[in-house]
């Protein structure tokens, strides 16, 4: 457990490199948000988190699993995970931010042009205050 990053994951990296690339500009890791979002961009007033589909639980994803032994126990990690999630999605909301979350069964090794076109759509005003990329 002490190897899971929770700040620079590969995900995370790749959609910062391939956002820069596009000339979006944005902070990382912002301590005074809740929930300290993966990337800020205050230009847009957003933020974007970029979830695990393993630890953040992405419905009917294959990755994410739940370990066979001490079942009761991670359930109830995961479900606290969940629940702590939509818990800074509401918060952030209320206090006037746009919030997207990106799976990272979405970004892969290198996000594609359809997820960039999304996200850019999305920076852009043109969706919901709150959007899941999968």
Not at 74 to 81: A, L, M
Not at 116 to 131: H, I, M, W
Request: glycine content about 8%; proline content about 5%; aromatic content about 10%.
């Amino acid at each position: 457990m002490a190897r899971i990053r929770g700040k620079n994951t590969k995900p995370e990296v790749a959609l910062r490199k391939a956002l820069h690339r596009c000339g979006y500009r944005f902070r990382v890791n912002v301590n005074g948000l809740t929930g300290t979002p993966d990337i800020v961009l205050p230009k847009w007033r957003t933020v974007l988190f970029v979830n695990g589909c393993y630890w953040h639980r992405h419905p009917n994803c294959s990755k994410a699993t739940t370990p066979s032994s001490n079942t009761r126990f991670w359930t109830r990690k995961f479900q606290e995970n969940v629940e702590r999630d939509k818990r800074n999605v509401v918060d952030l909301l209320g206090q006037g931010w746009r919030v997207g979350v990106v799976w990272e069964c979405a970004i892969g090794k290198q996000p594609s042009d359809d997820l960039l076109n999304r996200l850019k759509s999305f920076l852009s005003g043109e969706d919901p205050a709150l959007k899941h990329f999968e």
